[in-house]
């Protein structure tokens, strides 16, 4: 399995985004997505992780209300949309996949995950 994020780049406090993860190869069985995030000097976090059919989906506290996430499958696709962005949000995010046999189960730990996109840098200017 592929994974590609984009969408990424550069926006004042209070804009938004949103981030995409394009996955290719391995993709006709159930899979679990999350996005993580990596700032400068700090450990990569979680921040959003969703179902195979996309009606369970769990987000970091520092995000909640704020990041939605969503997934087409038919496109092999997921995605991050972002508001009402803040300079702490600034970070390397990155889009996780891994195959699961549930299709509500969701993910929150990195270590969890078997494929990681590139990731895509968001920077937030105060």
């Known amino acids: 399995v592929q994974l590609q994020a984009s969408g990424g780049g550069f926006v004042q406090a209070g804009g938004s985004l949103r981030l995409s993860c394009a996955a290719s190869g391995r993709t006709s069985s159930t899979y679990v997505m999350g996005w993580f995030r990596q700032a400068p000097g700090k450990e990569r976090e979680f921040v959003a992780t969703i179902s195979w059919r996309g009606d369970f989906k769990r987000y970091a506290d520092s995000v909640k209300g704020r990041f939605t996430i969503s997934r087409d499958n038919a496109e092999n696709t997921g995605y991050l949309r972002m508001q009402s962005l803040k300079p702490e949000d600034t970070a390397v995010y990155y889009c996780?996949?891994?195959?699961?046999?549930?299709?509500?189960?969701?993910?929150?730990?990195?270590?969890?995950?078997?494929?990681w996109g590139q990731g895509t840098q968001v920077t937030v200017s105060s």
């Open positions: 996780a996949l891994r195959h699961v046999g549930s299709v509500h189960e969701t993910l929150k730990f990195a270590s969890d995950y078997d494929y």
